[in-house]
């Protein structure tokens, strides 16, 4: 794809926001999978679109193609928001019919956020959009490619950097490393108040800026191949050493050109939540990369969207090291509730 004619924005929302914007496709019909992030229907809720679901399939994570073929001619949608999840290609087969999409007058918008750093082309996609927070201990950065016509040196100068998430993010990240330093637990009250500051303002969806220049320095420095490495060589540890008959892994072999955001799980017997507390004891912080988006649990029954709330997400990033591995790994094998 490469960094020409790429727009940054200061978020994976903003980047959204803009592209809609741009196309002219304001208030328009917009399908997004059930598995998806809150944020992502707020983005298109900003941009007045009305937006339906479509379901995925809970052994891989693809789309249930069928359902979202009706959906489409039901729909009639002008935008079908993808997203391959977690670094590995959840859309093979569905990237295969984009053109008998488009052909029906749909944008086809691919969101790269969790697979950044995977061998996959997303270029037949109508616009790629992008949030870089996922990768790199940034305080923003997302972008958008695609856009035909699109005059970036107007956006930068129409839109400034914000400066307030970037000094929240340096105090926080400070205070966090001190923390993590000394195990002085008052000082969590001192960052996390920051960090949720930042969250509050990324959650505004009128407050739209540019890239800043703090992050932008740290993307084009960074070194991805160390990344790269670090990630698979993370998920390689756990993938050969988690052993608890409570723990099922979504993805269960690493493809070549595969970069992981996390190693996915399903936790079996409602036992996510006491895991993920079990895990925060030992000083292990695994997100749930999702919570169900409330239309999708409106729209959906219990049935078809349950595996979404036996979901945890284990680290691998270039964070952790074998040692951060291996009590992972010790401290799932252990579980018991």
């Not at 008052?186 to 303002?201: I, M, R, T």
């Amino acid at each position: 794809m490469g960094w020409d004619h790429v727009v940054f924005t200061h978020s994976g929302r903003s980047a959204i926001i803009t592209a809609v914007r741009h196309l002219g496709l304001e208030g328009c019909e917009v399908l997004v999978p059930t598995f998806s992030c809150q944020s992502i229907t707020a983005s298109f809720l900003a941009c007045n679109c009305k937006v339906n679901y479509y379901p995925i399939n809970r052994d891989d994570l693809t789309v249930k193609e069928p359902e979202l073929f009706r959906l489409i001619d039901k729909c009639r949608p002008k935008i079908l928001y993808t997203c391959p999840l977690f670094g590995f290609d959840t859309l093979s087969s569905l990237r295969n019919r984009y053109d008998e999409i488009q052909a029906q007058g749909v944008k086809v918008m691919e969101d790269v956020t969790h697979s950044l750093l995977s061998d996959i082309d997303s270029r037949g996609a109508d616009v790629v959009v992008c949030s870089l927070r996922k990768w790199l201990e940034i305080p923003d950065g997302g972008f958008i490619w695609g856009l035909k016509d699109f005059d970036i040196d107007q956006f930068y100068q129409s839109y400034p950097e914000d400066i307030d998430i970037v000094k929240n993010f340096v105090e926080a990240s400070m205070l966090k490393l001190e923390y993590l330093t000394t195990g002085n637990d008052g000082l969590k009250q001192v960052f996390l108040p920051l960090f949720y500051k930042n969250n509050e303002l990324f959650n505004d969806t009128s407050h739209n800026c540019r890239m800043s220049s703090f992050s932008h320095n740290i993307l084009v420095h960074a070194d991805f191949m160390q990344v790269r490495e670090k990630r698979r060589n993370n998920y390689h540890y756990l993938l050969t050493h988690l052993d608890n008959p409570s723990v099922e892994i979504i993805f269960g072999s690493l493809p070549i050109g595969a970069v992981p955001l996390y190693l996915q799980i399903y936790v079996h017997n409602g036992q996510r939540d006491a895991l993920q507390q079990a895990l925060i004891k030992e000083r292990l912080y695994c997100p749930i990369i999702w919570h169900t988006p409330q239309p999708v649990v409106a729209q959906f029954t219990k049935e078809t969207i349950r595996f979404h709330d036996d979901m945890l997400s284990l680290v691998v990033d270039q964070r952790y090291d074998y040692e951060d591995m291996e009590r992972l790994a010790q401290s799932i094998n252990g579980f018991i509730n």
